[in-house]
């Protein structure tokens, strides 16, 4: 699956274009909503998105996954992530596979926070979401989350997920941060912790971090691609982190319009072009492995919002990451936040995109696709 800096898949070199769908197990767990989940992957695959990257977590909330630590909701197994691996797998017209995300750094559908909730429940003196990273016994919880799943025998199938080939890959975490260490030293050792504990159950998959990017003072030459000051005290590094053993390939995620002013300017395209520009160099000449901006889009509800700064941030994106496939680079591959069905709109951030009702951006996507799917049959 992956030969220095590109993605293979069957001998030959695989760039992506793909997208995000955060809320698939919430809806796919009611049969009454469950139909979206089929819209989005028969829409997604009409543009050609290969690559779908979503929750494999829901902790302690609303239609949990897990209720409690190791203790699990066998119905919402099943229908969610037993169903949508069967949906994909049984529905070879839509070619998509799945990356899938562990924990989330952030609070909603549980997140570190829920992991720390549960340890002073059992008698732990916390004083930080952070201690997420460097408690043993909220680091086991972790652990046994993840083998669970990768464990985890699919209902329909029959296939344990650690040898599903429609799993694309295991994401560590969304958006790790350990502002409580800005040095980077706990979080640099919980990705090796981590990374080796999934590698020693599924060395077959590959793996990311879920990072977003910033670059940290140990590598002052970079510092000055990052979107404020801030973003070099949040405990990340982009590079050391990627180069932590069984770390297969490198995320980024680009949110100008909320790392910036949220008022949206040319500054914000100058971004786009630079930040991308420093991480696929970073890929090629530093890390050796391929790079994929796992998250990226423009919110409809920033000041100053506008169909052209919207439609020319995509365009960036896709045109940088086609020129780096067509020249053999390490840009493999994009996933817009985030792809939604009609219908939908008490769940959209003001990212999202609607197919029927952006077709600007629709048809971009699909000549970025069609332009992929043209450079990897190249690639005898």
């Known amino acids: 699956w992956r030969r220095k800096d590109q993605f293979h898949v069957n001998g030959k070199p695989f760039y992506f274009n793909g997208f995000n769908t955060y809320w698939l197990m919430y809806f796919a767990v009611d049969q009454s909503t ?143 941060r350990c502002t409580s260490d800005p040095s980077g030293d706990t979080l640099q050792a919980w990705i090796q912790e981590m990374a080796a504990y999934v590698k020693s159950i599924d060395p077959k998959h590959l793996l990311q971090i879920g990072l977003e990017g910033f670059y940290s003072p140990s590598t002052l030459r970079r510092v000055q691609f990052n979107p404020n000051i801030e973003s070099a005290q949040l405990g990340t590094d982009f590079i050391r982190n990627h180069q932590v053993s069984g ?67 995509y365009k960036t994106v896709y045109e940088t990451l086609v020129y780096s496939a067509k020249s053999g680079g390490s840009g493999a591959g994009s996933l817009l936040w985030q792809l939604f069905p009609e219908g939908m709109d008490s769940m959209n951030d003001g990212y999202g995109i609607v197919l029927s009702q952006s077709k600007t951006i629709a048809n971009m996507i699909n000549l970025t696709s069609a332009s992929f799917e043209f450079i990897n049959s190249l690639c005898a």
């Open 247 to 313: 770390v297969d390939y490198a995320s980024v995620h680009i949110y100008a319009d909320s790392w910036m002013s949220p008022t949206i300017s040319d500054a914000h395209l100058q971004f786009y072009q630079s930040w991308l520009q420093s991480h696929i160099e970073d890929a090629e000449n530093t890390l050796g492995m391929p790079v994929v901006i796992t998250e990226f889009g423009i919110s409809v509800r920033k000041p100053g919002y506008s169909s052209y700064f919207r439609d020319t941030t």
């Open 34 to 176: 469950r139909g979206k989940v089929t819209e989005v992957f028969q829409q997604a695959s009409s543009v050609g998105l290969s690559v779908c990257r979503t929750l494999a977590f829901n902790d302690g909330q609303t239609r949990a996954l897990q209720k409690s630590p190791s203790v699990y909701d066998e119905d919402v197994f099943a229908s969610v992530t037993d169903f949508s691996l069967l949906h994909l797998k049984s529905s070879k017209k839509y070619n998509i596979r799945l990356i899938l995300s562990l924990v989330n750094n952030w609070p909603e559908f549980g997140g570190k926070a829920q992991y720390v909730k549960w340890g002073k429940d059992a008698g732990l003196n916390l004083s930080s979401d952070d201690n997420f990273f460097s408690v043993s016994t909220l680091m086991t919880y972790y652990k046994n989350h993840i083998k669970a799943l990768l464990n985890r025998v699919n209902t329909i199938t029959n296939v344990t997920y650690k040898d599903d080939p429609t799993i694309f890959s295991w994401e560590l975490m969304n958006e790790p």
